[in-house]
């Protein structure tokens, strides 16, 4: 059975810092690029950041360059997601994907940025 579990969420201050993780289970976690998705209420679902399945390359959303870094660790089947210097625009639900042959996602976790 296919699961990615999100975690770390929650409310945060604008210029505070969340770490989401992702844990996967139930398919090859190492043959999969990792990605980060989050959609705003009333917006489309976005890109955030992606990892490769070695992790030796990443890609980001203009909006979160130099605030935000996705990493991996293949030998616990996790993905994470460090956010500094959150701004309101953030606020989110945050979504794990996973994507090699078949595309898999977690159920999301919110994100909310407010003073």
């Known amino acids: 059975q296919v699961q990615l579990v999100e975690s770390g969420g929650g409310l945060v201050q604008p210029g505070g810092s969340l770490r989401l993780s992702c844990a996967a289970s139930g398919f090859t976690f190492r043959w999969y690029a990792m990605t980060w998705y989050r959609q705003a209420p009333g917006k489309e679902r976005e890109l955030v950041a992606t990892?490769?399945?070695?992790?030796?390359?990443?890609h980001y959303a203009d909006s979160v360059k130099g605030r935000f870094t996705i990493s991996r660790d293949n030998a616990k089947n996790m993905v994470f997601l460090q956010m500094h210097s959150l701004k309101p625009e953030d606020t989110a639900v945050y979504y794990c994907?996973?994507?090699?042959?078949?595309?898999?996602w977690g159920q999301g976790i919110q994100v909310t940025v407010s003073s």
């Open positions: 994907n996973a994507l090699f042959d078949v595309s898999y």
């Open positions: 990892i490769t399945s070695t992790g030796s390359s990443t």
